[in-house]
Structure formats: C-alpha cells, structure tokens
C-alpha cells in the first residue's frame, strides 16, 4: 500500500453546484495552498445532495471520502474518472462521476 499524503491543515476549498438526474448536489474541493497563496492540487473531493442525510446524501458522501483518499494515496483523477459507470452516451452515470471527471478537467489548469 502506498504512503498517504495527508492534507495541510489550512487549504482553500471551492464548491461548485451540480444538477444530476433532476437532483441537486454541491461539491467541495479542497486544495493545498502554494507559496503566494497561489491554489495547489485538488486534496480532498465533498459531494452532498440537497436533501441532508437522504440515502443519497450518505451514499453520495460516502463515495467522496473514498475518492479523496485515493488521490490522497496517489491515484491519477484520470484513472478513478475513467473507473465510474458511463452512460450509453458516455457522459458520467453518476453524481459521483461528474466530480470525477471535474477533476479531470481542473487538472489541466
């Protein structure tokens, strides 16, 4: 098992809010800051569903936690984007899945 990079204890954290099967969720990013206060790489990933403590809420959450320690562990964005369910059309097939492949898009930044 790998080494966890455990997360500063000061980081920013942005939320974006996301639309998923006419269910609404806010993500939450969290990130290192750099020297300049400049923003450093996604650490920790939130995701909670608007209705709190709703079994998608728990579920929702609960997926996050694990994706945030698997970044935390040194797992690509792109292979854990590229590990969540697609639809026929390709897009994400879950809540989840969009935070992923959010990631992905950030990283090019």
Not at 9 to 29: F, N, P, V
Not at 60 to 82: F, K, N
């Amino acid at each position: 098992m790998t080494h966890r990079i455990r997360p500063a204890d000061r980081r920013a954290h942005e939320t974006i809010a996301i639309e998923h099967e006419s269910q609404r969720y806010k993500i939450g990013l969290g990130r290192e800051l750099l020297p300049g206060r400049k923003l450093g790489p996604i650490v920790e990933v939130f995701l909670n569903a608007q209705q709190v403590n709703s079994q998608i809420d728990v579920l929702a959450s609960d997926g996050a936690i694990l994706m945030s320690l698997l970044i935390q562990h040194g797992c690509p964005v792109d292979v854990i984007r590229h590990a969540m369910k697609r639809n026929p059309d390709g897009s994400p097939a879950s809540p989840l899945g969009r935070a992923a492949a959010y990631l992905v898009e950030q990283q090019g930044d």
